[in-house]
């Protein structure tokens, strides 16, 4: 217990809670006898007060003495075995965090039973069973809806799950290799390799051109040869390229923004986007029920 | 028990000039041997005994289609009484009972005193019923006081050996049935002959046990004196007209023995005969001709007793009896003291607490048989889709507290053109959630973009239980972007 940021508290706390101790201790001891002036016999201890009210002599019964003892012992059995006095750990080394530890440790073993009958399932399976499917639902809402939205829709930035645009590959194997590996998506700037801001609009007018967006013809005709530099990662047809996690220019589906503003905006500033990786906070198993259930969303036509 | 000394109300004032003495505030507690007990009251604490013994023991086993008809699911979260499944959201009607329970004590305590201790008290009814074995098995007061003193031998082994037996026994089998209000005791059971029992399931047996054995056994009446709040309180609901078991001091005084045979002197001698065996029945072990003391539980043993004794001699019935200050000071008669029953105190205590019942019945009966709760996206603030739609995400938490599954068909209000989508609804826009399940449904809101003003506006979800037609609106907001 090193975070104390003042040598100050662990002092005040070993004060409190021995001195506590100690105080009770103490009060049971001086408490047991009080010298009083004679009791005549009619079980008053002889304090008067009020010209005629007397205190009488009920004694506490000496079995809850006793409880007060067994609960000092205790707490001195506390002191020792867990960190209770400032910066001392305890015998037992006993933390918050190994707790957590044994706990999940616990849970994990529990489930584990439904997760080998999981990991035994291949994901088309696993997506259409209702067990599985709300487990994977379940761990989407909680680590994965931050970004991609409750119902996976995405918003501008984070991809959309539930339709077939895949921008690095919507395969099982690629959905698991996203969710365990991340992804970083890298756009560079290339308003320098595309040319004059006249070209770069030209271009931009072009590629809204491939997914038949409104655009202005004949910008889009001259844009076609600038964007050459482009298809090396797009392709000739724009269609994209999974392989290296080029976006598909010629749908409707904008990541990043739909019309030309939002795209002359990519091409002179670039863009880097990143999925975060998911393999060091879940089990391969976790991951393939989660996969499944992304893989579900965006094939679910057989309901 | 130090009092049982002389007890000398009246004695001189102070005792200023006397030597000073050591006296030692702890003292060993003093076995109580109470004394069986026949009459009136007697047996209206059987009665109640019963009654709540029958309810204690028996509710668990009652059952309700599929499960127990009152089941504690402290694991699931859920609170199953007869048809009424309650969740951790419901904690507001427990709330509700303790409260009307707290203020049912008061009322009770200001009208009768400590009924509730002498008669139904489970520190009572388990003491009660481990006297009655104990004096099975042992034998009454008397016999009890002798075999206490007698040196060990064999059958006071097995005297004892067979009531301690008997005694863990029925705790055990108190810990079970207690144990069984928050596991199937069906299956508790089962558990138990398989040697199956969880360890926690074994811990709570064996500790729920081991207090009844230790309290109704041992602590006794020691609970009441030195442990139980209530006692401690309840001089607070008292006042002069409360009643109380009082000793009629003016009827008994000065006490003195009598025989049947010598006539009593009626100018020199009191009713009571000084036959002690008020002091003898009383289970907390104090002398009613004292007054009211905090230690009397109410039973009224020591009234019953006594009029036995006034049956013997062939007096009137009541030197001890259940009374009130008032009428025992004033000399009232019986309508005279019941008419001050309704006095403000009660009035009001009877006022607060019809309100309270008829408040919690309502909103019991009231309670819709679904909840809803909504979250709207934080990190999605508002977005484009097809169409030219502009939408808002939101959860929508649907709990469904029947037992039954349900479909919910959700619906939203609020702004112009709303439209509400779901993936997980179908063309209906209803969804299904399992018996006694929540489920988080991802909703989407849809204006067309342009359509209102940017900023914040109100809009209201509503769910409605295709079954049962009842409608859940919960409220949020709908943000559109500049
Ligand atoms: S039982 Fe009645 S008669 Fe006997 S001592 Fe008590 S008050 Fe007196
Ligand atoms: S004094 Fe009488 S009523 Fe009170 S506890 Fe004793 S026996 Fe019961």
Known sequence: ?303 | MSSKKNPNAKSDVANAGSEATVINLYAAAEKIYPRSTFGFFTKWRWVMIWLTQLFFYGVPWIEWGQRQALLFDLEARRFYIFNLVLYPQDLIYLTGILIISALSLFLFTAIAGRLWCGYTCPQTVYTEIFLWIEAKIEGDRAARIRLDDAPLSARKILKKGGKHFAWIAFALWTGFTFVGYFTPIRELGDAIVNMGLGPWQTFWILFYGFATYGNAGFMREQVCKYMCPYARFQSAMFDDDTLIVTYDEKRGEPRGKASLKTDMDKSKQGACIDCSLCVQVCPTGIDIRKGLQYECIGCGACADICDTVMDKMGYDRGLVKYSTQHAINLGWNHTQMLRHILRPRVLIYATILSVLVVTLLTSLMLRTSFRVDVVRDRGVMARIAEGGMLENVYRLQIMNATETTQRYQLGASGVANLKIESDVADHDKTVTVNPAESRWIPVRLQIPDGSIKSGSHPVKFEVRATESNEIVSEKSVFLVPR
């Open chain 1, 1 to 303: 217990m090193s975070d104390f940021t003042s040598s100050f508290w662990p002092i005040f706390i070993t004060v409190i809670s021995v001195g506590g101790v100690i105080g009770c201790a103490l009060l049971l001891w001086l408490t047991s006898k009080i010298k009083a002036t004679s009791p005549n016999g009619d079980n008053t201890n002889g304090h008067v007060w009020d010209e005629n009210l007397r205190e009488m002599n009920n004694p506490l019964p000496r079995w809850w003495v006793w409880m007060f003892i067994i609960t000092i012992a205790f707490s001195l059995f506390y002191f020792a075995a867990y960190p209770a006095i400032g910066t001392y750990a305890g015998k037992l080394g006993w933390t918050q965090v190994n707790q957590y530890e044994q706990e999940m440790e616990a849970a994990n073993k529990t489930i584990a039973p439904l997760y080998a009958k999981f990991a035994a399932m291949p994901i088309d399976q696993l997506a259409a069973n209702p067990e599985a499917k709300a487990i994977g639902e379940r761990i989407f809402m909680n680590n994965c809806a931050q970004c991609h939205g409750s119902d996976a829709h995405g918003s501008r930035g984070f991809p959309n799950l539930t339709d077939k645009d895949w921008i690095h590959g919507g395969s099982p194997e690629k959905i698991a290799e996203t969710l365990t590996n991340g992804r970083v998506g890298m756009m560079p700037p290339m308003a320098a390799a595309v040319g004059s801001e006249d070209d770069v609009k030209n271009v931009a007018n072009y590629v809204l051109s491939l997914s038949n967006s409104s655009h202005d013809a004949t910008r889009a005709a001259a844009g076609k040869e600038k964007f050459a530099v482009c298809a090396a990662c797009h392709g000739a047809d724009g269609t994209g390229n999974q392989a290296i996690g080029a976006p598909n220019l010629a749908d409707n589906i904008w990541l990043h923004g739909a019309g030309e503003e939002a795209i002359i905006k990519r091409i002179n500033e670039g863009k880097v986007n990143q999925m975060p990786a998911q393999g060091a906070k879940f089990s391969p198993e976790q991951i393939h029920v989660l996969t499944a259930y992304v893989w579900g969303l965006s094939n679910n036509e057989v309901k």
